[in-house]
């Protein structure tokens, strides 16, 4: 996977080529990045990349040559790497909220432009022009695209082959299957008198996957039944859901 990334601050992401599985997944060639600031795609002495907005109103707009001409180059770069059409994403709060799913199907690709805007976004020309796919990350205003790139391009990374130690915890994580995670314990198993339930020390695995099944339902009813809305469950979770709800204690 190449990330080409249109960024004003590039430093940025070194939050996450620097630390923990992205870091590796990095070092392993897994996959690529390369930033693209807009500033080296200027004509003019001060190297200007915004302006203000037609019509007045607050703040400034990104100028749209820096930041088509910075485009072109990362899909130039895109295609010498082998990916003919690279998705051009670009991350605002008028995008499409980003979910598990669509994070399993950019994982698919190849090849990703993200473009990151600042102050009030980019002229909508660049967006008509070269943007495939407009990606929110949530319903706030930050104040640049970047850190929803790289929660979007870490979401992404997790689910790479080989960036997981073992790829099985990359299916097993929570929403990979539509619903929230179960409860987790480590050492010790008597914390300050707060005990590890019996059945995670039972070795039975049927019964302890039975148990976290049982756990991850029962929590998504009570925090996020708008989850189980959207989600079939097979004969045994609908039962383990019913034993969850008649033993929960209001
Ligand atoms: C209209 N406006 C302020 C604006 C428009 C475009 C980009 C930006 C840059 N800031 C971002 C970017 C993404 C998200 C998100 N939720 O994914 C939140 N903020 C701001």
Known sequence: MRFDVITLFPEMFSAITDFGINRRALEKDLYALH?????????????????????????????PEPLLAAIEAAKVAQNQAGNLAPKVIYLSPQGQPLDQAAVKQLSACSGLVLLCGRYEGVDERVIKHSVDVEVSIGDYVLSGGELGAMVMMDSIIRQLPGALNHNLSA???????????????????DYRGMTVPDVLLSGNHAEIRRWRLKQALGRTWLRRPDLLDQRVLSKEEARLLSDFKSEHIT
Not at 38 to 63: E, H, K, S, W
Not at 171 to 189: N, V
């Open 171 to 189: 299916q097993q994580d929570s929403f990979e299957d539509g619903l929230l995670d179960c409860p987790h314990y480590t050492r010790p198993e």
């Open 35 to 63: 930033c693209w600031n807009p500033r080296d795609f200027t004509a003019d002495n001060y190297r200007t990349i915004d302006d203000r907005p037609y019509g007045g109103g607050p703040g400034m707009v990104m100028l």
